[in-house]
């Protein structure tokens, strides 16, 4: 459902629910306590480290597990104990999973042949899907033929071809190199919003989760960490672990000074934040900035901090300046441009911040 239609009726439609999912193996919690609800049309991606539990949550929505408690409802239908094959389900895996013996517009078509579909209507389908994934010339090449990009776009097709409810993409892109992985992640998401299907996406990198979903689901040990669309999950963190895993954060220990203004103290020197401070004075907490929220020199208004440069880095559009503290370190991004004058390693330097950049949490 469009942005504007969900305005006009004044409330969300909920497509896909998992109710309280969990799941054990033997003695091992794999998942606890998963409570998600998806809107029809949504791009929702589960991200977090290996081990989480996101696989294991996409396998259980797939049917390929059942959960040890909750249930699972599609489109109102419960479908915690529906075979896989009765879920009208698509599944995309990270390895291509191709029949080596079938040409690219066969292998797209198998699902639909499974089913018993009319040839004519099979032939339709399968024309239309290597038309949106824009690979009509090769239909008639063989897995074997195919760059690993273009094999990847075939399951995709191969996977939309029976029309499925869900998309289901479990590390899609993992195996590819940056470049295509790029690509392609741009690719898979104009031909979510193009056919407008509710997908579920699964990744360990945060910069694929938070360049095309509607919503990001962070895990962590088989538990929701949290929800929010990439730019709450990035910009406003809820938990230490979230803060750290999505982007590069500084995480500076540092002392209340006073709470009631937001003081706070670090390495001798002080610095505020924009607000009070839900803390004792006296007390230990975690200050938390974003390298790129960081600048040379001084500013009106703003925080200074004063550290030994300890290394510079080239990233291209970014350089990466890390300095030294008595206490802790601080990484600092620069946008690189050709005029920009860096700082040799064991310089002194002066950096800048607002106060709205710093946001505290206890120490977990």
């Not at 289901?168 to 190199?177: F, R, T, V």
């Amino acid at each position: 459902m469009a942005d504007t239609e969900r305005r006009r009726f004044g409330r969300t439609m909920t497509y896909l629910e998992l109710h309280g999912i969990s799941k054990s193996f033997g003695g091992t919690t794999a998942v606890a306590d998963f409570q998600l609800s998806v809107e029809r049309g949504e791009f929702v991606s589960f991200l977090g480290p290996s081990g989480c539990g996101k696989t294991t949550t996409l396998r259980m929505i797939a049917g390929f597990e059942t959960p040890t408690t909750g249930s699972i409802r599609l489109d109102g239908r419960d479908i915690t104990r529906v075979p896989p094959n009765q879920r009208n389900v698509g599944m995309v895996f990270q390895a291509y999973a191709l029949f080596p013996n079938m040409t690219v517009a066969r292998n797209v078509g198998f699902g639909l042949r499974v089913r018993r579909q009319p040839t004519d209507e099979i032939d339709t389908r399968v024309r239309e899907m290597l038309a949106l994934i824009k690979m009509t010339e090769l239909s008639g090449r063989y897995p074997y033929q195919l760059s690993g990009g273009q094999q990847q776009r075939v399951a995709l097709a191969r996977a939309l071809a029976i029309q499925p409810q869900v998309l289901l993409l479990d590390e899609p892109l993992s195996a590819l190199d940056a470049k295509i992985r790029v690509e392609l992640r741009t690719e898979i998401r104009r031909i979510q919003q193009q056919l407008g299907i509710t997908t579920i996406y699964v990744t360990h990198d945060q910069e694929e989760a938070l360049s095309i979903s509607d919503r990001v689901v962070v895990m962590n040990r088989g538990r929701m960490e949290q929800v929010g669309t990439p730019f709450e999950i990035y910009n406003f963190p809820q938990t230490t672990f979230v803060a750290g895993f999505v982007g590069t954060l500084n995480q500076l220990r540092a002392v209340v000074i006073d709470a009631g203004e937001g003081q706070l103290g670090f390495d001798g020197q002080t610095f505020r934040t924009s607000g009070p401070v839900a803390a004792a004075n006296g007390s230990t907490v975690l200050a938390m900035l974003r390298p790129e929220e960081l600048h040379f020199g001084t500013a009106e208004g703003e925080n200074q901090l004063h550290g030994r440069v300890e290394s510079v880095t080239f990233l291209g559009a970014l350089v990466r300046i890390q300095l030294a503290f008595g206490s802790g370190r601080v990484t600092l991004d620069a946008l690189n441009e050709r005029r920009l004058h860096l700082p040799r390693v064991g310089d002194e330097l002066t950096f800048s911040f607002p106060p709205h950049a710093v946001w505290v949490m206890s120490e977990e």
